[in-house]
């Protein structure tokens, strides 16, 4: 991979506008692209894998390999001038897909804190209990089937006295799971501090909220986190194959959420077909218990629950068993027009607590900058 791939500066773009909608007022940003270049972690490294903040990881035991290249490109972006693009060069159609992970490794004996990487706003320990970044796929990328997963969001933590050689000294590798298709627009992912799955346990294990993972009060998920990835789980009938992401950032849920049975939200709106789609993961051992999808215009957390709408389709019933607790709900019959933004509430039956995540239906497909004028490749 040439080096050169990383440092594309661009001059003279025309300004894309931001969207209102797609970000929090109390938030941290830890990336999102607009320099033109991938931060630098280990001037020392001589591979991009332990050189760069973000890069595509190759050598996925399980599924890879999965040959790729990073770059920060102008071809497409969620609301600024840059994103972050991923280059699947080859592959077949049980490899081939992305696996791009965030790498604080500042030298060859020390992993930093994710948190020493914000680039925009200052961190405040047990403070921020949410994670946000948006991806769009590449055409091809279909759901895996009912319950089951097709990407994954892998965490490693850290105790605040852990040993820095390591991404995880007293604390642990989790994943949060994904069921999610090409849409051709901007998807929405949260992660919060429910993982899917530990490594080691059965799949069917219900974790739980894990908000201090480490057992270490006032150091919670986000505090102890230090490396994660992206991780796409089947390959793709097409490549090259081109992968965007854009705006990792982090903020407070300041409502009381219902995170114990319903976690890993994910959303998306596309225009063309005025379809909602979200998907969310349920308590394990909840096999039979249904959930009621409602949405509003207006913050549900502020209007109440009762004064949501009723979605169409809005009772959704458990598709598969214990560890294939995904569950998703999509419709075409809301009217958006002239609509900013929606918000859709999720409740179990046997609970009052509900969470909600809001939906940009407008500016979703990305922007499309001027062509440069002047280009510099350093």
């Keep these: 991979m040439n080096n050169f791939k990383h440092h594309l500066w661009i001059l003279c773009l025309g300004v894309a506008v931001a969207n209102p909608a797609l970000s929090n007022n109390d938030s941290v940003i830890l990336a999102d692209f607009e320099s033109g270049s991938i931060r630098i972690v280990n001037p020392k490294a001589t591979t991009p894998t332990t050189r760069f903040l973000f890069n595509q990881y190759e050598g996925d035991p399980t599924q890879g390999p999965d040959i790729g290249s990073e770059t920060v490109t102008n071809e497409d972006s969620l609301s600024g001038n840059y994103s972050l693009k991923i280059t699947i060069d080859s592959g077949d159609i049980t490899s081939g897909s992305i696996y791009t992970q965030f790498y604080p490794k500042v030298s060859s004996l020390v992993w930093e804190n994710m948190s020493t990487q914000i680039e925009t706003g200052t961190w405040t320990k047990d403070k921020y209990n949410r994670m946000r970044f948006w991806m769009k796929l590449p055409p091809g990328m279909a759901f895996a089937p009912p319950g089951q997963t097709n990407l994954h969001f892998g965490t490693y933590v850290r105790a605040s006295n852990g040993d820095k050689s390591s991404a995880e000294s007293g604390g642990n590798h989790f994943y949060h799971y994904f069921n999610v298709e090409s849409t051709g627009v901007w998807h929405q992912f949260i992660i919060d501090t429910h993982p899917t799955h530990a490594r080691g346990n059965s799949g069917g294990t219900e974790e739980g909220n894990r908000e201090y993972p480490t057992g270490e009060a006032g150091y919670n998920y986000f505090d102890a986190l230090t490396r ?34 319903i976690y890993s939200l994910n959303a998306v709106y596309e225009p063309n077909k005025n379809k909602l789609t979200v998907g969310w993961n349920r308590d394990k051992n909840e096999n039979s218990v249904k959930h009621e999808v409602k949405y509003s215009f ?21 598709p598969g068993w214990q560890g294939y607790n995904r569950m998703r709900w999509s419709t075409s019959s809301i009217d958006l027009t002239g609509k900013v933004s929606i918000y859709i509430g999720i409740k179990p039956e046997n609970s009052s607590l509900f969470r909600q995540i809001k939906i940009p239906v407008t500016g979703v497909t990305g922007t499309t900058p001027k062509p440069p004028s002047m280009l510099n490749i350093q």
């Design 228 to 261: 994660f990835y992206v991780d796409a789980r089947n390959g793709l009938p097409n490549y090259p194959a081109y992968y965007y992401l854009d705006k990792f950032e982090f903020y407070e849920e300041t409502n009381l959420e219902n995170i114990d049975q």
């Design 298 to 318: 207006t913050d549900i957390h502020s209007t109440g629950w009762d004064a949501a709408t009723s979605a169409p389709n809005g009772i959704i019933t458990p």
